[in-house]
């Protein structure tokens, strides 16, 4: 919701504003050929009616889209699975708790070509030159798992800080206070895949929230399930005596897949969004996934999701406001806690320009409330770890 200004470039011709530089165009990161998630500006209010997108906010957001994609059959879709009035308010509640404009995901769709366009880069670009679209981007394939690093703790995570050589959030002496094992708080966990059959992670069952949700890797000798399941016991793998024990036994687990849809899609945002309808204030969304900063050079340089698009070639080089970002933002300004993970990426996040979001978010009082948290991160042999014993377990 904004309450700025018409911007005057939508007063000019349409026709002047069709370019796109083959710089912009450039393939930055692995993408699927037939798919473009587009990020319509934030004073418009654009809705899907009938499969024809409609802008009620009398900007005309969606002026020169058809246009430019008459030669090209294609059909819309939501980017997210929830419903428009929850994320109408979605935004009301975190703007009235934070003080922050925030974007409506309501006017995030994705373009869907009916066939592979092996100029998609150019298309994403001229859409993006459109006065009334923000971010136009070619759907990001799901990147690879990483190969694990040795397996080497058993559970040193719960132990006193103190502790050598393991030093752990001292989950021994939480438990000890009321609430201290997570009880009364929901962990939604995202991520391609689980183990729902674990013996010892009896919380997986039915904690599913999304539907049609697929493993890309699947087929991989490492799929998804196996680091998914590493990561959910070490939040929740039960106290039941034997095997081993979450860090937060008593808290009520969610899981939320972020590759899913009748025609499956990495959709990050989407995913966010359906946790933040689901969840209350107090509850923590876990964000195993990172981002792959190296973009098409698939150097394994990973950087919290948040730099969603971002790749080290210039002029992509920074951090922009994006519609993963934009989902966690909001997320944030309703209560809940957003856990990315970040810090054992082969990439020093230090180094790299946060600038851009800062100057977005430093004029509201309670902006600092929305920063997500980074967490350093190991991942586990999934061929011979039992659930929890990683030291961290969020994605490298």
Do not use: K
């Not at 895949?193 to 992670?201: E, F, K, L």
């Amino acid at each position: 919701m904004s309450n700025r200004s018409v911007p005057p470039c939508l007063m000019l011709p349409l026709l002047c504003l069709l370019s796109a530089s083959v710089a912009t165009a450039q393939e930055r990161y692995p993408a699927t050929p037939d798919l473009v998630e587009i990020m319509f500006i934030q004073e418009s209010s654009v809705r899907l009616v009938g499969g024809v997108l409609v802008d009620h906010s009398g900007l005309n957001a969606t002026a020169g889209v058809e246009e430019l994609l008459s030669l090209r059959p294609h059909e819309w879709e939501r980017l997210s699975p929830a419903a428009e009035p929850d994320l109408d308010q979605l935004e009301i509640e975190g703007e009235l708790a934070t003080g922050l404009d925030l974007y409506n995901l309501n006017n995030a769709y994705i373009l869907r070509f009916l066939a592979p366009q092996p100029d998609l880069w150019l298309v994403a670009a001229d859409l993006e030159a459109l006065p009334g679209i923000h971010l136009a981007m070619p759907v990001p394939l799901p990147q690879e798992l990483p190969l694990p690093p040795p397996y080497t703790f058993l559970q040193g995570y719960l132990n006193p800080a103190s502790s050598l050589p393991s030093a752990g959030v001292d989950a021994y002496a939480a438990w000890t206070y009321p609430g201290g094992n997570g009880s009364g708080v929901t962990v939604c966990d995202l991520e391609y895949d689980w183990n729902y059959n674990h013996q010892d992670v009896t919380q997986a069952v039915g904690s599913q929230i999304n539907t049609n949700v697929v493993d890309p890797f699947a087929a991989y000798p490492y799929p998804s399930h196996r680091h998914g399941a590493a990561v959910i016991g070490e939040l929740v793998s039960d106290a039941n005596g034997w095997g081993t024990t979450g860090v937060c036994p008593g808290a009520t687990l969610l899981t939320c897949g972020t590759y899913y849809g009748s025609s499956p899609l990495w959709n990050v945002a989407g995913a966010i969004s359906l946790a933040a309808v689901v969840l209350q204030a107090g509850d923590v969304i876990l964000l195993e996934q990172q981002w792959d900063y190296s973009g098409s050079a698939n150097l394994g340089h990973y950087v919290p999701i948040e730099w969603w698009g971002s790749t080290s070639t210039p002029p992509n080089q920074n951090q922009s406001y994006n519609l993963v970002y934009a989902a966690i933002q909001s997320a944030v300004a309703n209560g809940i806690h957003v856990v990315e993970a970040g810090g054992n990426g082969n990439r020093d996040t230090g180094a790299l320009n946060w600038s851009a979001i800062r100057a977005r978010s430093s004029s509201a009082p309670a902006a600092r409330a929305t920063r997500p948290t980074a967490t350093a991160c190991a991942w586990p042999s999934p061929a011979t770890a039992p659930a929890s014993t990683c030291r961290a377990g969020a994605r490298t």
